[in-house]
């Protein structure tokens, strides 16, 4: 009966758990979709044309087969070199976190900026990279970070693929554009997208480690993998209610099998071992010859 007991509890706990977390939650690669003409769109798992050609700070051409299909992650920025203010703010947020990460540039993830005015040129790329690679504390950036210019179909095929919506301003005489970390797998495919002027080091870690597909990363990265959820509306990996829920019924769980494992052996031990309460009481002898007088 005990062990009757002990599965009907954990299937309980665990169809509590099922309807707790619905069909309809969305998954942690979801991206919040905004109307505004400059700005992300949802685009996770959409993978990137590798055909796409572009030319890199060296004046040489820059095919994306050359890291698609690859053997690391990418790290994707999007913005223009000539950008008077937020795109190198978001340059160097992205150097200030990826200097904190324990992962190499080469070794670990690859870095990719592409221009998205056709107008720029290697030149234009390669002052861009003088100027900004010092601030990356990693060595191995200057092979592993590539600066690419293009044509006007070749960013537009990039951009659309990735979900990357910008435009030019006449009043402003600028591009308008999200600041976004645009997280790409060795496929090629989107992984994760942070939008922020600011990025968390431990956040740029969980998305190269997930954007890796489990070729990077500990244990515990994937149990925080596990555990946390990417929120769209902070950009950022958090513990949500419905996460909450799914850890306080797993331990239920746990609990419940350890007290009714503890009543089995305590059940089996008296099977086993019967005490002296559990033993019949043995006659005592005047008792014995009262009765045999009595039948006399």
Not at 195 to 203: L, M, Q, R, S, Y
Not at 268 to 282: E, G, K, L, Y
């Amino acid at each position: 009966m005990t062990r009757r007991l002990l599965t009907a509890l954990v299937a309980a706990t665990f169809g509590s758990l099922a309807s707790a977390q619905g069909a309809g939650m969305p998954p942690t690669s979801s991206l919040e979709t905004r109307e505004e003409a400059a700005s992300m769109v949802d685009r996770i798992g959409v993978q990137v044309d590798p055909s796409l050609t572009f030319t890199d700070e060296r004046g040489y051409p820059f095919q994306l087969q050359q890291v698609f299909p690859g053997q690391m992650p990418v790290v994707l920025l999007l913005g223009y070199y000539s950008c008077p203010a937020m795109c190198g703010q978001v340059l160097e947020a992205a150097f200030d976190a990826l200097s904190e990460v324990d992962l190499q540039p080469g070794t670990d993830y690859r870095i990719l900026n592409v221009s998205i005015d056709p107008k720029e040129t290697p030149a234009i790329a390669r002052d861009r990279k003088l100027k900004f690679l010092p601030k990356l504390a990693k060595t191995g950036g200057d092979d592993a970070w590539r600066v690419l210019v293009g044509d006007a179909e070749n960013i537009r095929q990039l951009t659309e693929t990735v979900g990357f919506h910008y435009y030019w301003s006449d009043v402003t005489n600028q591009f308008a554009h999200p600041p976004a970390l645009i997280f790409l797998t060795p496929q090629g495919k989107v992984s994760r997208v942070i939008v922020n002027t600011w990025f968390d080091a431990g956040d740029v870690r969980l998305a190269l480690v997930e954007a890796s597909e489990g070729t990077l990363g500990s244990f515990w990265d994937q149990v925080r993998l596990n555990c946390l959820t990417f929120d769209p509306r902070t950009n950022s990996y958090s513990l949500t209610a419905m996460t909450l829920m799914r850890i306080g019924g797993a331990i239920t769980v746990v609990v419940l099998a350890a007290m009714i494992g503890i009543m089995l052996r305590r059940e089996r031990r008296r099977t086993s071992h019967p005490t002296a309460s559990d033993q019949p009481t043995p006659a005592s002898p005047r008792a014995a010859s009262s009765n045999s007088g009595a039948i006399a």
